[in-house]
Protein backbone atom coordinates (compact mmCIF):
# COMPACT_ATOMS: atom_id res chain seq x y z
CA UNK A 1 0.00 0.00 0.00
CA UNK A 2 1.05 3.63 -1.02
CA UNK A 3 -0.49 7.09 0.60
CA UNK A 4 -0.90 8.64 -2.16
CA UNK A 5 -1.89 11.40 -0.53
CA UNK A 6 0.97 12.16 1.73
CA UNK A 7 3.49 11.70 -1.21
CA UNK A 8 1.49 14.68 -2.97
CA UNK A 9 1.35 16.57 0.05
CA UNK A 10 5.45 16.63 0.21
CA UNK A 11 5.63 17.05 -3.61
CA UNK A 12 5.31 21.13 -4.02
CA UNK A 13 7.71 21.61 -1.44
CA UNK A 14 10.79 19.63 -3.49
CA UNK A 15 9.81 21.89 -6.45
CA UNK A 16 9.67 25.42 -4.10
CA UNK A 17 12.63 23.87 -1.51
CA UNK A 18 14.64 23.19 -4.58
CA UNK A 19 13.92 26.71 -6.64
CA UNK A 20 14.23 28.73 -3.18
CA UNK A 21 17.62 26.98 -1.99
CA UNK A 22 15.69 26.08 1.57
CA UNK A 23 17.80 23.43 3.33
CA UNK A 24 16.29 19.82 2.44
CA UNK A 25 16.12 19.03 6.43
CA UNK A 26 13.98 21.62 7.00
CA UNK A 27 11.53 20.37 4.25
CA UNK A 28 9.45 17.75 6.29
CA UNK A 29 8.94 20.78 9.37
CA UNK A 30 7.91 23.49 6.46
CA UNK A 31 5.16 20.90 4.93
CA UNK A 32 3.39 20.07 8.33
CA UNK A 33 3.48 24.21 9.41
CA UNK A 34 2.35 25.19 5.70
CA UNK A 35 -0.91 22.99 6.45
CA UNK A 36 -1.30 24.18 9.80
CA UNK A 37 -1.85 27.70 8.77
CA UNK A 38 -4.35 26.52 6.30
CA UNK A 39 -5.77 23.36 7.93
CA UNK A 40 -5.76 24.30 11.74
CA UNK A 41 -9.67 22.49 12.08
CA UNK A 42 -7.71 19.11 10.94
CA UNK A 43 -7.16 16.70 13.67
CA UNK A 44 -3.67 15.53 12.58
CA UNK A 45 -2.22 19.55 12.16
CA UNK A 46 -4.30 21.15 15.22
CA UNK A 47 -2.01 21.98 18.04
CA UNK A 48 -3.53 20.94 21.81
CA UNK A 49 -4.10 24.36 22.48
CA UNK A 50 -6.48 24.96 19.73
CA UNK A 51 -7.64 26.30 16.05
CA UNK A 52 -6.45 29.89 17.16
CA UNK A 53 -3.19 29.05 18.73
CA UNK A 54 -2.01 26.99 15.91
CA UNK A 55 -2.86 29.51 13.05
CA UNK A 56 -0.54 31.88 15.58
CA UNK A 57 1.88 29.56 16.28
CA UNK A 58 2.20 28.81 12.27
CA UNK A 59 2.45 32.33 11.28
CA UNK A 60 5.19 33.08 13.52
CA UNK A 61 7.10 30.24 12.40
CA UNK A 62 7.17 30.98 9.15
CA UNK A 63 7.70 34.58 9.30
CA UNK A 64 10.58 33.87 11.83
CA UNK A 65 12.40 31.41 9.50
CA UNK A 66 12.20 33.54 6.55
CA UNK A 67 13.76 36.16 8.50
CA UNK A 68 16.56 34.69 9.52
CA UNK A 69 16.92 32.96 6.36
CA UNK A 70 17.16 36.32 4.71
CA UNK A 71 19.71 37.72 6.75
CA UNK A 72 21.96 34.62 5.99
CA UNK A 73 21.18 34.79 2.19
CA UNK A 74 21.79 38.25 2.10
CA UNK A 75 25.63 37.39 2.27
CA UNK A 76 25.69 34.44 0.12
CA UNK A 77 23.41 35.39 -2.92
CA UNK A 78 23.15 32.99 -5.75
CA UNK A 79 20.74 31.93 -8.33
CA UNK A 80 18.01 30.79 -6.82
CA UNK A 81 14.57 32.76 -6.15
CA UNK A 82 15.14 33.72 -3.10
CA UNK A 83 18.28 35.59 -4.32
CA UNK A 84 16.11 36.83 -6.71
CA UNK A 85 13.72 38.50 -4.47
CA UNK A 86 16.65 40.40 -2.86
CA UNK A 87 18.70 41.40 -5.35
CA UNK A 88 16.18 42.76 -8.00
CA UNK A 89 15.45 46.41 -8.32
CA UNK A 90 12.56 47.89 -9.04
CA UNK A 91 11.32 51.30 -9.41
CA UNK A 92 14.76 52.59 -8.78
CA UNK A 93 14.86 50.38 -5.53
CA UNK A 94 15.04 46.69 -4.00
CA UNK A 95 12.51 45.14 -1.49
CA UNK A 96 12.78 45.69 2.28
CA UNK A 97 13.39 42.53 3.94
CA UNK A 98 9.76 42.74 5.14
CA UNK A 99 8.39 42.76 1.22
CA UNK A 100 11.16 39.45 0.65
CA UNK A 101 9.71 37.79 3.61
CA UNK A 102 6.23 38.68 2.94
CA UNK A 103 7.14 36.89 -0.63
CA UNK A 104 8.29 33.86 0.60
CA UNK A 105 5.75 33.08 2.90
CA UNK A 106 3.21 33.69 0.24
CA UNK A 107 4.98 31.49 -2.02
CA UNK A 108 5.60 28.49 0.13
CA UNK A 109 2.59 28.50 1.13
CA UNK A 110 0.44 29.11 -1.70
CA UNK A 111 2.21 25.95 -3.99
CA UNK A 112 2.65 23.44 -0.50
CA UNK A 113 -1.13 24.10 0.10
CA UNK A 114 -3.00 23.92 -3.59
CA UNK A 115 -0.88 21.57 -5.79
CA UNK A 116 -1.32 18.43 -4.22
CA UNK A 117 -4.99 18.38 -4.56
CA UNK A 118 -5.61 18.37 -7.53
CA UNK A 119 -3.46 14.52 -8.05
CA UNK A 120 -5.21 13.74 -5.09
CA UNK A 121 -8.34 14.33 -6.07
CA UNK A 122 -7.74 12.30 -9.41
CA UNK A 123 -7.00 9.22 -7.10
CA UNK A 124 -9.39 9.45 -4.95
CA UNK A 125 -12.51 10.02 -7.15
CA UNK A 126 -11.65 8.38 -10.53
CA UNK A 127 -9.93 4.83 -10.29
CA UNK A 128 -11.87 2.18 -11.35
CA UNK A 129 -13.55 4.77 -13.72
CA UNK A 130 -11.58 4.22 -16.77
CA UNK A 131 -10.41 8.06 -17.00
CA UNK A 132 -6.59 6.97 -15.89
CA UNK A 133 -6.74 4.49 -18.59
CA UNK A 134 -8.30 6.09 -21.19
CA UNK A 135 -5.26 9.13 -20.01
CA UNK A 136 -2.57 6.66 -20.21
CA UNK A 137 -3.52 5.56 -24.10
CA UNK A 138 -3.46 9.16 -24.74
CA UNK A 139 -0.39 10.55 -23.47
CA UNK A 140 -0.72 13.39 -26.37
CA UNK A 141 -3.68 14.51 -24.36
CA UNK A 142 -1.67 15.09 -21.11
CA UNK A 143 -1.83 19.15 -21.11
CA UNK A 144 -5.83 19.16 -21.14
CA UNK A 145 -6.10 16.51 -19.20
CA UNK A 146 -3.91 17.70 -16.16
CA UNK A 147 -6.35 21.31 -16.43
CA UNK A 148 -9.48 19.11 -15.80
CA UNK A 149 -7.82 18.19 -13.31
CA UNK A 150 -6.97 21.61 -12.00
CA UNK A 151 -10.75 22.47 -12.89
CA UNK A 152 -11.81 19.07 -11.17
CA UNK A 153 -9.82 19.43 -7.61
CA UNK A 154 -10.61 23.12 -7.24
CA UNK A 155 -7.91 23.10 -4.51
CA UNK A 156 -8.68 26.93 -3.27
CA UNK A 157 -11.90 26.67 -1.93
CA UNK A 158 -12.84 30.47 -1.89
CA UNK A 159 -11.20 34.25 -2.86
CA UNK A 160 -12.72 37.49 -0.80
CA UNK A 161 -12.30 40.82 -2.30
CA UNK A 162 -13.91 44.09 -1.81
CA UNK A 163 -15.78 45.76 -4.05
CA UNK A 164 -14.30 49.43 -5.45
CA UNK A 165 -17.63 51.32 -6.01
CA UNK A 166 -21.36 50.55 -6.16
CA UNK A 167 -21.95 47.89 -8.93
CA UNK A 168 -25.01 45.15 -9.74
CA UNK A 169 -24.05 41.64 -10.00
CA UNK A 170 -26.97 39.24 -11.20
CA UNK A 171 -29.30 41.74 -9.90
CA UNK A 172 -28.12 41.96 -6.55
CA UNK A 173 -26.83 45.62 -5.84
CA UNK A 174 -23.30 45.41 -4.11
CA UNK A 175 -22.21 48.41 -2.42
CA UNK A 176 -18.61 49.81 -2.29
CA UNK A 177 -16.51 48.13 0.67
CA UNK A 178 -18.98 45.21 0.61
CA UNK A 179 -16.84 41.62 0.50
CA UNK A 180 -17.80 39.50 -2.50
CA UNK A 181 -16.72 35.89 -2.18
CA UNK A 182 -16.65 33.35 -5.43
CA UNK A 183 -16.54 30.02 -4.67
CA UNK A 184 -13.95 28.52 -7.11
CA UNK A 185 -15.43 24.67 -7.29
CA UNK A 186 -19.00 25.95 -8.01
CA UNK A 187 -17.72 28.27 -10.56
CA UNK A 188 -15.97 25.52 -11.83
CA UNK A 189 -18.87 23.08 -12.49
CA UNK A 190 -21.11 26.22 -13.89
CA UNK A 191 -23.23 24.47 -16.38
CA UNK A 192 -23.56 27.59 -18.66
CA UNK A 193 -19.84 27.57 -18.74
CA UNK A 194 -19.26 23.95 -18.94
CA UNK A 195 -20.80 21.22 -20.94
CA UNK A 196 -21.53 18.37 -18.59
CA UNK A 197 -19.29 19.85 -15.78
CA UNK A 198 -19.87 16.35 -13.37
CA UNK A 199 -17.74 14.62 -15.81
CA UNK A 200 -13.85 14.59 -15.86
CA UNK A 201 -13.30 14.97 -19.19
CA UNK A 202 -9.49 14.70 -20.33
CA UNK A 203 -10.39 16.08 -24.06
CA UNK A 204 -12.19 18.96 -22.33
CA UNK A 205 -11.72 22.24 -24.70
CA UNK A 206 -11.86 25.20 -23.95
CA UNK A 207 -11.60 25.02 -19.87
CA UNK A 208 -11.79 28.36 -19.08
CA UNK A 209 -11.33 27.00 -14.91
CA UNK A 210 -10.65 29.53 -12.06
CA UNK A 211 -8.23 27.15 -10.33
CA UNK A 212 -5.37 29.55 -10.23
CA UNK A 213 -8.24 32.68 -10.29
CA UNK A 214 -8.49 35.60 -12.54
CA UNK A 215 -7.66 39.25 -13.50
CA UNK A 216 -4.75 41.09 -11.54
CA UNK A 217 -3.99 38.24 -8.90
CA UNK A 218 -4.10 35.22 -10.94
CA UNK A 219 -1.42 33.23 -9.15
CA UNK A 220 1.94 33.99 -10.37
CA UNK A 221 3.15 30.24 -9.76
CA UNK A 222 0.51 29.13 -12.45
CA UNK A 223 3.87 28.40 -14.71
CA UNK A 224 5.11 25.86 -12.14
CA UNK A 225 2.21 24.55 -10.93
CA UNK A 226 1.34 23.57 -14.17
CA UNK A 227 4.47 22.20 -15.08
CA UNK A 228 4.60 20.29 -12.28
CA UNK A 229 1.67 18.30 -12.70
CA UNK A 230 2.47 17.71 -16.37
CA UNK A 231 5.76 15.81 -15.29
CA UNK A 232 4.37 14.12 -12.68
CA UNK A 233 0.95 12.63 -14.19
CA UNK A 234 3.18 11.79 -17.73
CA UNK A 235 5.53 9.85 -15.35
CA UNK A 236 3.02 8.35 -13.16
CA UNK A 237 0.95 7.14 -15.90
CA UNK A 238 4.18 5.78 -18.43
CA UNK A 239 5.56 3.92 -15.36
CA UNK A 240 2.60 2.37 -13.25
CA UNK A 241 -0.77 1.07 -14.29
CA UNK A 242 -3.93 -1.11 -12.35
CA UNK A 243 -4.49 1.51 -9.91
CA UNK A 244 -6.43 0.27 -7.29
CA UNK A 245 -7.64 1.78 -3.65
CA UNK A 246 -6.10 0.29 -0.80
CA UNK A 247 -8.29 1.99 1.60
CA UNK A 248 -10.53 4.52 2.42
CA UNK A 249 -9.82 8.23 1.15
CA UNK A 250 -9.70 11.18 3.75
CA UNK A 251 -10.17 14.42 3.70
CA UNK A 252 -8.46 17.62 4.41
CA UNK A 253 -10.27 19.70 7.68
CA UNK A 254 -9.87 23.14 5.98
CA UNK A 255 -12.29 25.96 5.27
CA UNK A 256 -9.82 27.08 2.37
CA UNK A 257 -8.52 24.28 0.78
CA UNK A 258 -10.50 21.14 -0.57
CA UNK A 259 -8.70 18.21 -1.00
CA UNK A 260 -7.63 14.62 0.50
CA UNK A 261 -4.52 14.17 2.60
CA UNK A 262 -4.53 10.60 2.76
CA UNK A 263 -5.18 8.64 -0.73
CA UNK A 264 -3.91 5.10 0.14
CA UNK A 265 -3.68 2.63 -2.89
CA UNK A 266 -1.85 0.46 -4.80
CA UNK A 267 -0.19 -0.09 -8.40
CA UNK A 268 1.82 -2.37 -10.54
CA UNK A 269 4.78 -0.96 -12.29
CA UNK A 270 4.70 -1.13 -16.28
CA UNK A 271 7.18 -4.01 -17.46
CA UNK A 272 8.76 -1.58 -20.34
CA UNK A 273 7.37 1.96 -19.66
CA UNK A 274 7.91 3.90 -22.92
CA UNK A 275 10.39 6.62 -22.78
Known amino acids: MFDFGRAMMAMPMWVTGTMMRLPRSDWEWLIRVTTMCIAADDPEYQGPNGKSATLTQAHLELFSYF ?3 VDHRRGHLGDDLLSVL ?3 RFEGRTMSPGEVISNCYSLLLGANVTTP ?3 TFVMAELIGSGVLEDWARHPELNRSACEEALRWASPVNH ?3 YAT ?3 VLRNTPVAAGDAVVVWLGGANRDERVFADPQIFDIRRRPNKHLAFGIGPHYCVGHSVGRAT ?6 ELLRSYEDFAQAGQPERLVSTFTSGYKHVPITARRRPNPAR
Do not use: G, N
Open 165 to 167: SDT
Open 229 to 234: LSVLFE
Open 159 to 161: IMR
Open 86 to 88: IST
Open 117 to 119: HAP
Open 67 to 69: QDV
